[in-house]
Protein backbone atom coordinates (compact mmCIF):
# COMPACT_ATOMS: atom_id res chain seq x y z
CA UNK A 1 0.00 0.00 0.00
CA UNK A 2 2.74 2.44 0.28
CA UNK A 3 2.64 2.97 -3.38
CA UNK A 4 -0.33 4.42 -3.23
CA UNK A 5 -1.88 7.37 -4.48
CA UNK A 6 -4.48 9.10 -1.47
CA UNK A 7 -6.57 11.63 -1.51
CA UNK A 8 -9.71 13.37 0.58
CA UNK A 9 -12.43 15.48 -0.82
CA UNK A 10 -14.95 17.30 1.84
CA UNK A 11 -18.39 16.91 0.57
CA UNK A 12 -20.77 19.85 1.59
CA UNK A 13 -23.46 19.09 3.11
CA UNK A 14 -25.78 22.33 2.59
CA UNK A 15 -25.63 22.83 -0.98
CA UNK A 16 -28.06 20.35 -3.23
CA UNK A 17 -26.83 21.58 -6.21
CA UNK A 18 -23.78 20.96 -6.52
CA UNK A 19 -24.08 17.03 -5.05
CA UNK A 20 -22.07 14.69 -7.42
CA UNK A 21 -19.45 17.10 -8.36
CA UNK A 22 -16.69 15.60 -6.20
CA UNK A 23 -17.68 11.93 -8.23
CA UNK A 24 -17.41 13.72 -11.87
CA UNK A 25 -14.08 15.29 -10.91
CA UNK A 26 -12.44 11.82 -9.44
CA UNK A 27 -13.66 9.84 -12.61
CA UNK A 28 -11.91 12.46 -14.74
CA UNK A 29 -8.92 11.76 -12.08
CA UNK A 30 -9.18 8.00 -12.80
CA UNK A 31 -9.43 7.97 -16.94
CA UNK A 32 -6.28 10.34 -17.03
CA UNK A 33 -4.42 7.77 -15.11
CA UNK A 34 -5.78 4.97 -17.96
CA UNK A 35 -7.16 2.53 -15.62
CA UNK A 36 -9.98 0.37 -17.22
CA UNK A 37 -13.31 1.46 -18.23
CA UNK A 38 -15.22 -0.94 -16.38
CA UNK A 39 -13.37 0.28 -13.34
CA UNK A 40 -13.83 3.96 -13.89
CA UNK A 41 -17.49 2.90 -14.24
CA UNK A 42 -18.37 0.85 -11.00
CA UNK A 43 -15.75 3.72 -9.02
CA UNK A 44 -17.90 6.46 -10.21
CA UNK A 45 -21.43 4.78 -9.24
CA UNK A 46 -20.28 3.94 -6.14
CA UNK A 47 -18.72 7.74 -5.56
CA UNK A 48 -22.26 9.25 -6.96
CA UNK A 49 -24.56 7.27 -4.80
CA UNK A 50 -22.35 7.84 -1.74
CA UNK A 51 -21.93 11.57 -2.62
CA UNK A 52 -25.42 11.95 -2.48
CA UNK A 53 -26.28 10.16 0.65
CA UNK A 54 -23.83 11.99 2.24
CA UNK A 55 -25.68 15.35 1.11
CA UNK A 56 -29.10 14.15 1.62
CA UNK A 57 -28.86 12.16 4.60
CA UNK A 58 -25.82 13.45 6.70
CA UNK A 59 -25.27 17.08 6.11
CA UNK A 60 -22.07 15.95 4.15
CA UNK A 61 -19.04 14.71 5.32
CA UNK A 62 -15.72 13.08 3.49
CA UNK A 63 -14.36 10.69 0.71
CA UNK A 64 -11.37 9.48 0.69
CA UNK A 65 -9.60 7.62 -2.39
CA UNK A 66 -6.90 5.41 -1.92
CA UNK A 67 -5.33 4.30 -5.61
CA UNK A 68 -3.27 1.15 -5.48
CA UNK A 69 -2.04 -1.25 -8.82
CA UNK A 70 -4.27 -3.19 -7.00
CA UNK A 71 -7.69 -1.98 -5.79
CA UNK A 72 -9.42 1.22 -5.46
CA UNK A 73 -10.51 2.12 -2.06
CA UNK A 74 -13.41 4.15 -1.06
CA UNK A 75 -13.96 5.92 2.21
CA UNK A 76 -17.11 7.87 3.12
CA UNK A 77 -17.14 9.27 6.99
CA UNK A 78 -19.61 11.84 7.73
CA UNK A 79 -21.32 12.51 11.07
CA UNK A 80 -24.85 12.30 10.62
CA UNK A 81 -27.69 10.40 11.94
CA UNK A 82 -26.13 7.03 11.58
CA UNK A 83 -28.23 4.13 10.08
CA UNK A 84 -30.89 2.41 12.61
CA UNK A 85 -31.21 -1.09 10.42
CA UNK A 86 -28.74 -1.90 7.89
CA UNK A 87 -30.44 -4.68 6.49
CA UNK A 88 -33.48 -2.75 5.51
CA UNK A 89 -31.78 0.08 3.98
CA UNK A 90 -29.48 -2.21 1.57
CA UNK A 91 -33.21 -3.26 0.68
CA UNK A 92 -34.12 -1.95 -3.23
CA UNK A 93 -36.22 1.00 -3.50
CA UNK A 94 -36.18 1.48 0.70
CA UNK A 95 -35.41 4.92 1.48
CA UNK A 96 -36.07 7.74 4.40
CA UNK A 97 -35.62 10.47 2.02
CA UNK A 98 -37.75 13.33 2.20
CA UNK A 99 -40.82 14.86 0.01
CA UNK A 100 -38.37 17.41 -1.29
CA UNK A 101 -35.70 15.94 -1.42
CA UNK A 102 -37.45 12.96 -3.39
CA UNK A 103 -38.84 16.36 -5.77
CA UNK A 104 -34.96 16.89 -6.54
CA UNK A 105 -34.70 13.45 -7.75
CA UNK A 106 -33.04 11.68 -5.19
CA UNK A 107 -34.48 8.85 -3.19
CA UNK A 108 -35.31 6.08 -5.40
CA UNK A 109 -33.73 3.50 -2.86
CA UNK A 110 -31.04 2.57 -5.01
CA UNK A 111 -28.01 3.91 -3.67
CA UNK A 112 -26.82 1.73 -1.36
CA UNK A 113 -27.74 -1.74 -3.30
CA UNK A 114 -25.94 -0.31 -6.05
CA UNK A 115 -22.60 0.85 -4.29
CA UNK A 116 -22.78 -2.75 -3.72
CA UNK A 117 -22.94 -4.32 -6.48
CA UNK A 118 -20.21 -2.46 -7.86
CA UNK A 119 -18.10 -3.13 -5.13
CA UNK A 120 -16.07 -5.95 -4.41
CA UNK A 121 -16.13 -5.62 -0.63
CA UNK A 122 -18.50 -2.91 1.25
CA UNK A 123 -18.26 -2.43 4.96
CA UNK A 124 -20.75 -0.12 7.17
CA UNK A 125 -19.59 1.27 10.35
CA UNK A 126 -22.57 2.99 11.79
CA UNK A 127 -23.08 4.67 15.07
CA UNK A 128 -26.53 6.28 15.80
CA UNK A 129 -26.37 10.27 16.57
CA UNK A 130 -22.88 9.99 15.66
CA UNK A 131 -22.09 9.16 12.56
CA UNK A 132 -21.52 6.29 9.26
CA UNK A 133 -18.09 5.27 7.67
CA UNK A 134 -18.75 3.39 4.49
CA UNK A 135 -15.36 1.26 3.37
CA UNK A 136 -15.82 0.08 0.01
CA UNK A 137 -13.07 -1.94 -2.61
CA UNK A 138 -12.74 -2.11 -5.88
CA UNK A 139 -10.43 -4.58 -7.33
CA UNK A 140 -8.66 -3.36 -10.53
N1 LIG B 1 -24.69 8.36 5.03
C1 LIG B 1 -25.89 8.03 5.50
N2 LIG B 1 -26.29 8.47 6.72
C2 LIG B 1 -27.49 8.13 7.22
N3 LIG B 1 -28.38 7.36 6.58
C3 LIG B 1 -28.04 6.89 5.36
C4 LIG B 1 -26.79 7.20 4.76
N4 LIG B 1 -26.75 6.57 3.57
C5 LIG B 1 -27.89 5.92 3.44
N5 LIG B 1 -28.69 6.09 4.52
C6 LIG B 1 -30.01 5.48 4.77
O1 LIG B 1 -30.17 4.34 3.93
C7 LIG B 1 -31.32 4.52 3.11
C8 LIG B 1 -31.08 3.86 1.77
O2 LIG B 1 -30.04 4.54 1.06
P1 LIG B 1 -30.07 4.50 -0.54
O3 LIG B 1 -30.14 3.08 -0.97
O4 LIG B 1 -28.93 5.31 -1.04
O5 LIG B 1 -31.45 5.19 -0.89
P2 LIG B 1 -31.88 6.74 -0.97
O6 LIG B 1 -30.65 7.56 -0.78
O7 LIG B 1 -32.46 6.89 -2.32
O8 LIG B 1 -32.85 6.95 0.15
C9 LIG B 1 -31.54 6.00 3.06
O9 LIG B 1 -32.86 6.36 2.72
C10 LIG B 1 -31.18 6.42 4.48
O10 LIG B 1 -32.23 6.12 5.37
MG1 LIG C 1 -29.00 7.22 -1.93
Do not use: C, W
Amino acid sequence: MSNGMKFRYPVDGNDFTRAGEISSKVKKQLKQLGLPPEVIRRVAIIMYEAEINMVIHANGGTIDVEITPEQIRLVFSDTGPGIPDIEKAMQEGFSTASHEVRELGFGAGMGLPNMKKNSDEMKIDTRIGVGTIMDLIVKI
